[in-house]
């Protein structure tokens, strides 16, 4: 698994390995899941490249899924994009809405993405 644990503030989080790849499938999502489960975590924090390109095309329908099972599961998940790529298009849509929720949020930068993974 391209994963760690790191425990905070007495707080469990996944961390997926920079510029690794963790999840090609909704499977590697359950997986993934189980790996959170494993380590008592109830959160992940992933960077772009542990999601499959076309987690990033929302006409391909993989970001709702992938992000569907961890909703399921009480998973959150915080994404530090450090691109443009958050602000343009339908992808920047999704992340606009998401970011007023509580299960899915992209960051900037790795504290304030920590904050609210540990913060909850």
């Not at 602000?87 to 920590?114: C, S």
Request: aromatic share 10%.
């Amino acid at each position: 698994m391209n994963a760690k644990a790191i425990r905070k503030d007495g707080i469990m989080y996944i961390e997926g390995n920079q510029g690794k790849a963790l999840i090609r499938s909704e499977q590697d999502a359950v997986d993934l899941i189980g790996f959170c489960g494993e380590h008592n975590a109830q959160a992940l924090l992933l960077y772009p490249e542990n999601l499959p390109d076309r987690f990033f095309d929302l006409k391909s329908r993989q970001a709702g899924a992938i992000l569907q099972k961890f909703v399921t599961y009480s998973v959150r998940v915080a994404l530090l994009l450090q691109t443009e790529e958050a602000k343009y298009g339908r992808f920047g849509e999704m992340v606009t809405e998401a970011n007023r929720g509580g299960h899915f949020r992209v960051f900037r930068n790795r504290e304030d993405a920590e904050k609210w993974l540990i913060g909850w």
